[in-house]
């Protein structure tokens, strides 16, 4: 590599190692590197402005917008209770709440700190109330909402479509995310239940297990057979499956949960068709606001309007005027805060992109890309060299820049190895948001830890038994393409 190539790089992991903030130490190396080659200097700031004036990451401030607006009004209390309704009776049973409720927060808010927040504020302290140790609620927590990063809509998606060059478009990475996510949330489910037995955590309901299980695959076969009539009635693509997926879900909760319930009283019975009927509104959110993109009715930035005008609507009025639970005058406060999530995002992502251009300059994505091929052209082994250095990146700096900063280096490896730019997408992220979950820089393993009131040291040795999951299905998810591409080539036409 060219002498300027050593001053980016150097420079940059000294400011790191010096804890300056991640968005500075890009800026400052690009500068420094900027003046080495004998660029004025002073263009480093339109590279940040040209990093931030993409017609793609208009998506991202509305989306995080939302999110915001989601995490304080009522919604994710309400899917807290519905998920607890459909699988409290697991042992550990908030756990698996924990984990589905992040799941159901991540479609909506695509953010892993907005989910480890909202849902962790709710469900750490109950877990911990009904025996739960606080270190294992706080890790399921952390390691939840790391769903969010792949079910859609994902900011880091958008992010890795833009670092791609168009090369994967936005709507194939929100399809692409949905399995992925979902096989990260039943992994953990996994463990989850098996150290809750182990341990002997209780459950959310007296009912026998055995009976619980009996009813709960009665459910799920009647609710499949309503799932395979929809999706047969049109098999073009039109509205059939969106029906399947929206009534499918309800029905399942209202079958099993009324059966189940049903025979304690009529109490009960009002009680669970509350928690139905509540759950309807946040239910639905995800549907309308990735099955617009997935369907074509709309693109993935109209989708991000549609995510704001629709967290408004449910948070400050709906809500607001049936529950009491929040109101009008907490909007000021609440857009404040998305703003200053929005401002630090973007001059992330504008700094990176400056420090991606000196990259690019200095042809250092070319040079990896000849020394990884160098090593080996075995296909397995090079996603394995690649996977483990996204692992090792992952925990000494934040995912957006890395996303942006590596998907130039890294993706020509891949497409030389019949790689697709979506598939690709998907091990990245899935691998980068190990990250958010690791010390020392994992934004969600901070929030967590806050919310949780507990140290990091303590959730570094509680959290062990997750990450091995986590990683699991990052193999996975690298060397099975299917579970990435399968809705994308059923839905998109590859």
Same mark, same amino acid.
């Given at each position: 590599m060219q002498p300027e190539a050593y001053l980016l790089i150097g420079s940059f992991i000294l400011m790191v190692g010096l804890r300056v903030p991640i968005s500075f130490a890009? &800026?400052? =190396? =690009?500068?420094?590197?900027?003046?080495?080659? &004998?660029?004025? %200097? +002073?263009? /480093?700031?339109p590279l940040i402005f040209w990093g931030m004036d993409q017609d793609s990451l208009l998506a991202i401030p509305f989306f995080i917008f939302a999110g915001a607006i989601m995490s304080q009004g009522g919604m994710a209390r309400k899917m807290v209770d519905l998920a607890t309704l459909v699988v409290g009776w697991f042992p550990g049973g908030l756990a698996?709440? /924990? #984990?589905? =409720?992040s799941m159901f927060f991540g479609a909506i808010s695509g953010s892993a700190v907005a989910a480890t927040s909202a849902v962790g504020s709710t469900l750490i302290p109950s877990m911990e109330e009904k025996g739960n140790d606080r270190d294992y609620a706080t890790s399921v927590t952390v390691t939840a909402s790391t769903q969010g990063l792949l079910i859609p809509p994902s900011h880091n998606a958008i992010i890795y479509s833009l670092a791609a060059g168009g090369a994967a478009s936005i709507e194939a990475l929100f399809v692409a995310g949905? +399995? %992925? &996510? +979902? @096989?990260?949330g039943l992994a953990l489910i996994v463990v989850a239940v098996a150290i809750a037995a182990k341990r002997k955590y209780p459950r959310e309901s007296d009912l026998p297990l055995s009976t619980a299980i009996i009813e709960f695959l009665f459910s799920f076969a009647a609710v499949s057979a309503i799932l395979y009539f929809f999706s047969k009635w049109n098999e073009s693509g039109g509205t059939g499956p969106l029906l399947a997926w929206t009534a499918g !879900?309800?029905?399942? #909760?209202?079958?099993?949960g009324l059966r189940i319930y049903s025979r304690r009283g009529k109490d009960a019975v009002k009680n669970v068709s509350r928690i139905v009927v509540d759950a309807v509104l946040p239910l639905f959110s995800p549907f309308i606001i990735v099955g617009g993109v997935v369907f074509g009715w709309f693109t993935a930035i109209e989708s991000s309007v549609i995510a704001v005008v629709w967290a408004i609507l449910v948070n400050f009025i709906i809500f607001a005027f049936l529950y009491k639970d929040t109101s009008i005058k907490?909007? !000021?406060?609440v857009a404040l805060q998305g703003m200053k999530v929005i401002v630090m995002v973007m001059w992330l992502i504008g700094n990176a992109y400056a420090f991606g251009y000196c990259l690019t300059r200095l042809h250092v994505p070319r040079e990896i890309t000849e020394g990884l091929l160098a090593i080996t052209e075995n296909k397995y082994l090079l996603l394995l060299l690649? /996977?483990?250095? @996204?692992? $090792?990146?992952?925990?000494?700096?934040d995912m957006a820049p890395l996303i942006i900063i590596t998907t130039p280096i890294l993706l020509p490896v891949a497409q030389k190895i019949g790689v697709d730019p979506v598939h690709f997408g998907m091990i990245m992220i899935a691998n980068l948001g190990l990250g958010l979950c690791t010390p020392p820089v994992g934004s969600a393993l901070f929030v967590g830890c806050a919310v949780g009131d507990t140290k990091m040291e303590r959730i570094a040795k509680a959290v062990w038994p997750f990450y091995v999951a986590m990683f699991a299905v990052v193999l996975l998810i690298t060397y099975v393409p299917v579970i990435s591409m399968g809705l +994308?080539? $059923?839905y998109l036409g590859g």
């Open positions: 890009l &800026g400052i =190396s =690009s500068l420094l590197t900027l003046a080495a080659i &004998g660029i004025d %200097p +002073v263009v /480093n700031a698996v709440v /924990n #984990v589905l =409720s949905i +399995v %992925p &996510g +979902v @096989l990260l !879900p309800i029905c399942l #909760v209202a079958f099993w907490e909007y !000021p406060k690649i /996977n483990l250095m @996204l692992l $090792a990146l992952g925990t000494i700096m +994308v080539e $059923a």
